[in-house]
């Protein structure tokens, strides 16, 4: 997934507008709950095993881009 | 009703099956899963799991929509190689699967669920079949630690699970709070300190006797509402989650106008992993004082049925002994 598009699906997790793929998902209000459904739908998105860690670890979409690309294909 | 009968016992060999009726966290931190799974195979136990154990529901929250999770605890009770039910984990979720689940089935196949927190919907939906659980412990929170769980958790839970009887709680020192987070992996690395002071606060002795029921304490209201349930004469036990903002006041104010708390047999708080012990203890006597006024029967705060550990596996809704002298007790007799 492109920077770009995480950036969408924060801004649709959120309910908010115009996210830069430097943003936080934690400094734009996310929540650890609401991070669940953020993973459910990057992993939906991706095809790739997305999880919580790794928006711990990279809450940005471009942060978020390179974890997701490193991460294997999900298993179906 | 109640109080139940203990449930057969579950032993080394016995087959144990992890079901996740609410979050998803084995999906996200599956080497917790691995670790506790490690634990529970070390004393004998063989671990199976259903198949949305696993799974990661559409909206994130959950192991699967409820229909798949209230299937996995439908096959697992059916299931003849199953003696037991273990959560992976609790949070949210049970409520909706209550209306999914077969009665008839599970009575014909009776087996004990252990669950805690938000299962306490399950442990009261099975008491009211007449089958007994075990609240207290959970695959992910209770066992699956670095380093491994804490030894008088185990005990408490092989205790609960053999059905020892009589079954006797005693104070298992000092606690430990839960990580920060499990997925922050340098939080979740890290073995857990028991650096919260154990110990009980009697705020008013005595004995008391009857079937012990509870949970966590926001949730009763609901559970009360549910399942039409009259407290008196019960052994009520309830805690408060590490991320509880509400105070004690509020919390017992709500219960209290649920339902009737001036007939209980007893009391059992569990510690609150936010306060020291003796704080906690003022604050539940002072609410008690405010919105259960007339009430005479024995309380002890600060006991080992938290969201700390180590903490006590309790056998839900079975007939148990409150005493200031010998603490908390199930005789664990059957017929």
């Not at chain 2, 020892?164 to 920060?180: S, V």
């Not at chain 2, 047999?265 to 006024?293: F, K, S």
């Not at chain 2, 705060?301 to 002298?325: Q, R």
């Not at chain 2, 908390?328 to 007799?333: A, D, Q, V, Y």
Request: charged share 20%; aromatic share 8%.
């Amino acid at each position: 997934m492109t920077p770009e598009a995480i950036a969408e699906v924060f801004g649709s997790v959120l309910d908010i507008d115009d996210v830069l793929i430097d943003d936080s998902f934690f400094d734009l209000g996310g929540s650890s709950f609401s991070a669940l459904t953020l993973v459910s739908k990057l992993k939906q998105a991706s095809g790739r095993p997305v999880r919580l860690r790794d928006v711990v670890r990279e809450p940005s979409p471009r942060g978020l881009a390179d974890a997701i690309a490193a991460l294997p294909p999900a298993e179906s | 009703m109640y109080p139940v009968e203990p449930p057969r016992p579950v032993l080394p060999s016995h087959r144990l099956r992890v079901v996740s009726p609410g979050m998803p966290t084995l999906y996200h931190v599956p080497e917790r899963g691995k670790r506790a799974e490690a634990a529970l195979t070390a004393l004998g136990f063989e671990v199976g799991y259903s198949p949305h154990a696993h799974g990661l529901s559409d909206d994130g929250i959950t192991s699967g929509t409820p229909r798949e999770r209230a299937a996995d605890l439908m096959e697992a009770f059916a299931d003849p190689e199953v003696d037991a039910l273990l959560i992976s984990d609790s949070g949210t979720g049970s409520l909706e699967l209550l209306d999914l689940l077969d009665p008839e089935v599970i009575k014909a196949n009776p087996k004990p669920l252990i669950g805690f927190c938000d299962t306490v919907f399950l442990h009261q939906y099975l008491a009211g079949l007449g089958i007994g659980s075990y609240y207290g412990c959970s695959l992910m929170f209770h066992l699956g630690d670095v380093g491994g769980p804490f030894p008088e958790t185990i005990r408490s839970l092989t205790r609960a699970l053999g059905v020892e009887a009589p079954l006797e709680c005693r104070p298992l020192g000092d606690r430990a709070a839960p990580p920060t987070s499990w997925h922050d992996p340098a939080s979740e690395a890290v073995p857990r300190v028991r650096d919260h002071p154990g110990g009980w606060t009697w705020l008013r002795p005595g004995r008391g006797a009857g079937p012990l029921l509870g949970g966590e304490i926001s949730q009763l209201p609901e559970v009360v509402e549910r399942f039409k349930l009259d407290y008196r004469g019960v052994l009520l036990f309830w805690d408060v989650t590490e991320v509880q903002d509400q105070p004690v006041d509020t919390l017992i104010r709500d219960l209290a106008a649920a339902t009737d708390l001036t007939g209980l047999a007893g009391m059992v708080v569990g510690a609150n992993p936010q306060l020291d012990p003796p704080v906690w203890a003022a604050e539940v006597a002072a609410a008690l004082e405010r919105h259960v006024p007339e009430a005479a029967y024995p309380v002890v705060v600060n006991a080992d049925i938290c969201h700390m550990t180590p903490s006590w596996v309790l056998p839900f809704g079975e007939y148990a002994e409150l005493d200031d002298h010998k603490g908390l007790s199930f005789p664990r007799t059957r017929g």
